[in-house]
């Protein structure tokens, strides 16, 4: 099912990113039956901070809701404003919280701050007495993350005197997990019990602890809400295992030229890589601005007619340089696309090149790209598409 399409952008693209929003939908749902595999109501919501994992939130939350999701979460009050445009109803969460100044805004747009400390709490208690009405409010609790959330000895503080509350509805109590793609690990556990010490001593409010690994961890970290970031858009969340999350992204880049080098010549700057024998050069339309990383210099492959080829010398802001010598000739003329992510490299297979992982390779996703939205899960493949909202 095609989306929206502008056939002149399309063609003026030096590079193509697709995104299929059925596979997204598809993950979700397989996440959210995940959860509920014990007969247990539990409820999964939808984590679409830095713009979705790099695929866009307008786009995917809109898509998610049609599919049944009713709770999104974003890390900046800009985010949840742009994402209430196309998001009238549902519940947003705020994961930064209030910064001073921010109630209004907050307020203004409907969105619920997780608040990660008594001062937060404070302010947001203040800001339900000034505006006459009781506000939605979350409480995070940090178990053992050391980030961001009500410390040990706040959340005793917030035990004690119940009353902090006043004015406000607690729509949420939650947690963030240290390590929950690794399963063995004892943290999870000693995260857990302290959780649930909080919980029974916080009686009445939905709860939540899984992110998209821990929903794996099984159902002694479900609870009432589920909060999956990275498996919906295709990341394994299972490392070292197979990734049993549906793929997302397809990344494409034209051919702009190519060019024949004698052996013993260099490519790119610095001369970072030197050809072993008479070489044929391909470039291609992407480079370190579009969230190609520098630190990939000879060191991946892309994808071409078939072919394993590798990316050669330094990348550079927006051209990357590619040994095409065993390739057919007539399969890397100008204009031939070039599987940059895809089938054959995954976002976490290009992090493992990066010395990164697949998080960061989905939000640097530059802003340059061609973005085409399919329904490519239920009805067809990626090569079809051309379409974007």
Request: hydrophobic fraction near 40%.
């Amino acid at each position: 099912m095609s989306i929206s399409g502008d056939d002149d952008a399309a063609r003026r693209a030096g590079a193509i990113l697709s995104i299929d929003l059925g596979a997204i939908a598809a993950n979700w749902r397989g996440l959210r039956d995940a959860g509920r595999a014990t007969g247990r109501p539990v409820d999964c919501a939808a984590v679409l901070k830095a713009d979705a994992y790099g695929t866009g939130a307008a786009v995917v939350g809109a898509r998610l809701a049609a599919e049944g999701c009713r709770h999104f979460f974003v890390a900046h009050i800009d985010e949840g404003i742009a994402l209430r445009r196309v998001l009238p109803e549902p519940p947003i969460y705020v994961l930064n919280g209030l910064l001073p100044g921010t109630e209004p805004d907050f307020v203004e747009h409907r969105l619920i701050p997780v608040l990660n400390h008594l001062g937060q709490l404070n302010v947001w208690r203040a800001a339900a007495q000034r505006f006459n009405q009781a506000l939605d409010a979350v409480v995070h609790l940090d178990t053992g993350l050391h980030r961001l959330g009500f410390s040990a000895e706040d959340a005793q503080v917030l035990i004690n005197e119940r009353g902090r509350l006043r004015g406000l509805r607690l729509a949420l109590i939650m947690s963030h997990l240290v390590a929950s793609e690794e399963t063995s690990n004892p943290v999870n556990g000693e995260q857990l019990s302290r959780f649930r010490t909080f919980v029974r001593a916080m009686p009445g409010a939905p709860t939540s602890l899984a992110n998209s690994s821990g929903i794996f961890l099984g159902p002694d970290y479900h609870f009432d809400l589920l909060r999956p970031g990275a498996a919906l858009y295709g990341i394994n969340p299972l490392p070292g295992q197979s990734n049993p999350m549906l793929p997302v992204v397809t990344l494409r880049a034209h051919i702009l030229q190519t060019r024949r080098i004698d052996a013993f010549q260099t490519v790119g700057y610095g001369g970072a890589w030197r050809s072993a024998r008479p070489s044929r050069i391909a470039t291609i339309a992407l480079g370190y601005a579009d969230g190609y990383f520098r630190n990939l210099v000879n060191r991946t492959h892309v994808h071409l007619a078939g072919h394993s080829v590798p990316v050669v010398g330094r990348i550079s802001m927006d051209l990357v340089t590619i040994d095409t010598t065993d390739v057919p000739e007539a399969d890397c003329q100008p204009g031939a696309m070039v599987e940059v992510l895809g089938p054959h490299l995954t976002p976490d297979d290009l992090a493992d090149h990066a010395r990164t992982n697949a998080y960061e390779i989905m939000t640097a996703l530059g802003r340059r790209y061609y973005r085409a939205y399919f329904d490519g899960y239920a009805g067809g493949p990626a090569e079809d598409a051309g379409e974007t909202a």
